[in-house]
């Protein structure tokens, strides 16, 4: 019996902080599958608070507009469903805690980790742990 791959995929919602959904999508498209983990930062609840100012909303309101809609991009990118989480605040090792059993690799992207931490998660994880490097938006 063959097993079949499962990605754990930590996501930034900012610019370059996605670049582990190209690996999910090739992951997915060989016929496994991705589990997204939207960390949250505060710097991506800054950009939810000049969202709902700049729309003249309430904040809760923006944060559940701004997370339909990167679920909707996550599902878009990966180009099929995908089972999205959403943590707040700074990741570290306790990521490990979104890794099951059928887990086979971690993607997370270089601007949440650094070798050592990365280190530290492949160690704690028993995966191997690829990491991206930002992307650059492109004007």
């Known amino acids: 019996m063959s ?4 990605l754990l995929t930590i996501v930034e919602p900012t610019t370059g902080g996605d670049g582990t959904l190209g690996i999910a999508r090739e ?3 060989r016929g496994g599958r ?3 983990v939207m960390v949250i930062t505060d710097r991506v609840q ?3 608070r000049e969202f709902a100012d700049s729309e003249d909303i309430g904040r809760y309101e923006a944060e559940s507009l701004a997370l339909d809609q990167l679920r909707t991009h996550c599902s878009e990118r990966i180009g099929g469903p995908a089972h999205v989480e959403i943590r707040f605040g700074p990741i570290g090792s306790d990521v490990v805690n979104h890794v099951t059993a059928d887990t086979t690799a971690i993607a997370v992207p270089a601007s949440l980790v650094d070798n050592r931490l990365a280190e530290r998660l492949a160690e704690y994880s028993g995966r191997p742990v690829i990491v991206t490097p930002s992307q650059l938006a492109v004007a």
């Not at 097993?3 to 499962?6: A, D, I, S, Y």
């Open 46 to 48: 800054r950009d939810i």
């Open 27 to 29: 992951t997915v498209a």
């Open 3 to 6: 097993t079949r791959e499962h």
């Open 34 to 36: 991705a589990t997204v």
